[in-house]
């Protein structure tokens, strides 16, 4: 039930309406109830029992078992013709001249046969289908001493350098695969990584060079290295110009349907390092040109993108002296189910940062009362970094609603999992700043007092705050709040702003 349940959530409703007309023309009796079946699971949350009972009378049935399996054959099959008219369709056109070609070729009618390869290389080429081209190329080898016009030597110059591009394309793969791979165990595991070496190592040991003649899929794989790189040592700023050198190698090309989906998720690394870096406008820039990617193509990758488009947009909002549009944008969003629970708890600790910016506690507690899983749940779903984030926002929660035996006990048990960690990855002002939160709460009275307003400003390793990153100066900004007794938002505006 969960798979099927799954899959029906990824269709738009567009596909909903294709789909049931695609089971209308499949069912040879009037009596099949797999339409009826898809529109239950589609438009509600109700338990197998439940339908079973209205579809068959009984709550547990052989037949209601057997058709839910005959539904979920049909999503796959319809998902996978859909994918073929959609996505594949220029694949296919090829591959059909391909074997066309061939038919001819096996004819003695090589004229003909080499025109359509001739048609099926241009549009391989025009679309960096490198395994498709090494076909083409193949063929028109293997036949070549039957044809005179061939040249067979720039032909094999041409292979060669396809697989070349092949290739690269095979080693940025497994590199990206390797870095995933190091990020899981960093995020997800806590596990403590050398990255930056780690990324310089394996990018020579793939003889990896970052040159115009790279395709949309692998540009998108180096720059989601590079970021990948960024969210681990909170270090956007160094990525900042090699992202937008890249992005400018990108623009030089032409502008392929194809590859739309690496297209998109290129935008949106550079809107989120623009953000990371402080630049709100140009971010949200390359926001509006990411949403015009997303209607391409009748909005086909419109779902799978809009959770990560509203993230990055409400953040640039939020941090541009416009708090209530930025919560009204999350809001207008996190009311309905999505696949992409990691962005969506994104999302849901956004808002409770602008909530409790905004000094509207209450509001901040009805959210971070729904984040109830355990620490381990969350790890496993959204990250450490993540965790460690909400861990903290929720410790100043308790401290504002004065809830002593929540903060005395979480704060407690915060330092008993995280400390260590926290150490080991050099962010040991977390640490600082907890402590300096866990002084003020005690004795509030010393936060007016200079030597305490001294003893913060020396206390913290500080880079410049075009380098600091900018949830670190959130935090810090709601202990500078306390020494001046000022407005939390605006003082984490002037902070950004200095």
Same mark, same amino acid.
């Given at each position: ?12 409703? %567009? ?16 009596? *099949? ?32 078992? !057997? ?11 319809? *998902? ?115 990255? %930056? ?28 290295? !590079? ?85 990055? %947009? ?104 995280? *400390? ?47 380098? %600091? ?22 003082? *984490? ?6």
């Amino acid at each position: 039930m969960i798979e099927i349940k799954s899959i029906i959530n990824t269709l738009s409703t %567009e596909d909903h309406n294709k789909f049931v007309n695609y089971l209308q023309q499949k069912n040879k009796r009037k009596d *099949t109830k797999n339409i009826q079946l898809f529109k239950s699971l589609a438009n509600s949350n109700e338990d197998s029992k439940v339908i079973c009972k209205r579809l068959y009378g009984v709550e547990k049935s052989n037949a209601y078992h !057997a058709l839910r399996k005959r539904l979920f054959q049909s999503l796959i099959d319809f *998902t996978a013709n859909k994918n073929l008219e959609d996505e594949n369709s220029l694949d296919m056109q090829i591959v059909k001249y391909i074997l066309a070609s061939r038919t001819f070729l096996l004819q003695n009618k090589f004229s003909i046969a080499y025109k359509i390869l001739d048609k099926a290389e241009r549009l391989a080429d025009e679309h960096f289908l490198f395994p498709i081209l090494n076909e083409i190329y193949h063929t028109k080898i293997q036949y070549a001493s039957n044809h005179s016009k061939i040249d067979l030597d720039a032909l094999i110059l041409k292979q060669k350098e396809n697989q070349k591009k092949h290739q690269l394309e095979d080693r940025l793969n497994i590199v990206y695969a390797k870095l995933k791979a190091m990020l899981n165990e960093v995020s997800y595991q806590g596990n403590v990584i050398d990255f %930056e070496s780690e990324l310089g190592r394996l990018l020579k040991a793939h003889h990896i060079e970052i040159n115009s003649s790279l395709s949309f899929k692998s540009l998108y794989q180096i720059l989601a290295i !590079a970021n990948i790189s960024a969210l681990v040592t909170k270090k956007y700023y160094t990525i900042e110009s090699f992202v937008m050198n890249s992005y400018d190698l990108l623009k030089q090309k032409k502008e392929t349907d194809k590859q739309l989906f690496y297209q998109i998720e290129i935008v949106y690394i550079i809107a989120n390092t623009l953000f990371r870096n402080k630049k709100f406008e140009a971010s949200l820039h390359y926001i509006k040109e990411m949403e015009q990617l997303m209607l391409l193509k009748k909005s086909t990758y419109h779902k799978a993108f809009k959770l990560k488009k509203t993230l990055v %947009e409400a953040l640039n909002l939020n941090y541009s002296n416009n708090q209530d549009k930025a919560i009204t944008l999350i809001e207008s969003i996190t009311t309905t189910k999505h696949n992409d629970s990691e962005t969506l708890l994104d999302l849901r600790l956004s808002c409770f940062m602008f909530y409790f910016q905004k000094e509207d506690f209450v509001k901040a507690k009805s959210i971070s009362a729904k984040l109830h899983h355990t620490d381990q749940w969350y790890i496993e779903k959204a990250g450490i970094d993540w965790v460690i984030k909400k861990n903290v926002a929720e410790l100043l929660l308790y401290i504002e609603l004065q809830e002593d035996e929540l903060f005395n006990s979480r704060l407690k048990g915060f330092r008993r999992r995280y *400390t260590k960690y926290l150490k080991d990855i050099g962010q040991t002002r977390i640490l600082t700043f907890l402590k300096f939160a866990e002084l003020y709460y005690l004795k509030p009275e010393r936060i007016a007092k200079d030597a305490f307003k001294n003893e913060l400003e020396t206390a913290f390793e500080w880079v410049t705050i075009r380098e %600091e990153d900018i949830f670190v100066i959130s935090f810090y900004a709601w202990l500078k709040n306390k020494t001046e007794h000022g407005n939390l938002y605006q003082t *984490t505006l002037q902070l950004i702003e200095s």
